[in-house]
């Protein structure tokens, strides 16, 4: 308005701009449980931020324990009664979602590589952790723990590592970690 006014010799002319809106769209799965146990209160302190912020179009929430499997779950007790298949996430979530991972990425080798881990499930944890990371166009894996944490499984940190863009929970990790998220792939 001030621009616009100054430009036609001090008579007021009203110039109306949009406000912003958000357009960010982000789904956060956070493991629960086990060894993430020891990183609560971290973890608690992040999800009160992102849920509180309002920065989104849309957040969607859910959890899984050690490793995404055929079910994630609606609340952190990873309980089958609050259970919803993975294959309807992803159909229902379209790949502007930007993805938010946070867990310790230890888990036993077997809950990684195994197909039959989970009998009824026919794909390996690896092979569910990439297919959700491919559904998505952005996605970043927050780590609480730098590697050889509460359990020490080395395997299962460094493969997961290769697979995902992963920032150790830091303030400062965290600012690179959205600045990921935010630009192109």
């Known amino acids: 308005t001030a621009d616009a006014t ?20 982000v789904v956060m799965m956070m493991d629960s449980g086990g060894s993430m146990d020891y990183y609560i209160r971290l973890c608690s302190a992040l999800f009160q931020a992102v849920s509180k912020s309002n920065r989104f179009k849309d957040l969607k ?9 055929q ?3 609606t609340d952190p007790t990873c309980r089958d009664s609050k259970s919803i298949p993975t294959d309807v996430v992803l159909n229902t ?8 991972i946070v867990g310790d990425a230890e888990m036993a080798p077997y809950e990684l590589f195994s197909q039959r881990y989970v009998p009824s499930n ?19 894996w927050l780590n609480p723990s730098e590697g050889g944490g509460y359990w020490d499984v080395p395997e299962s940190y460094a493969t997961i590592k290769k697979e995902f863009d992963m920032y150790y929970l830091t303030v400062d990790n965290l600012v690179l970690a959205m600045k990921k998220l935010i630009s192109a792939r």
């Open 61 to 69: 929430i859910y959890y899984f324990h050690n490793c995404i499997y």
């Open 6 to 25: 100054a430009e036609n010799a001090g008579m007021l002319e009203l110039a109306w701009e949009r406000p912003r809106r958000n357009t960010v769209k």
């Open 93 to 100: 979530l379209d790949r502007e979602y930007k993805l938010i």
């Open 122 to 140: 026919g794909k390996s944890g690896l092979e569910w952790l990439r297919e959700v990371r491919d559904h998505f166009s952005h996605c970043v």
């Open 71 to 73: 079910k994630l779950y």
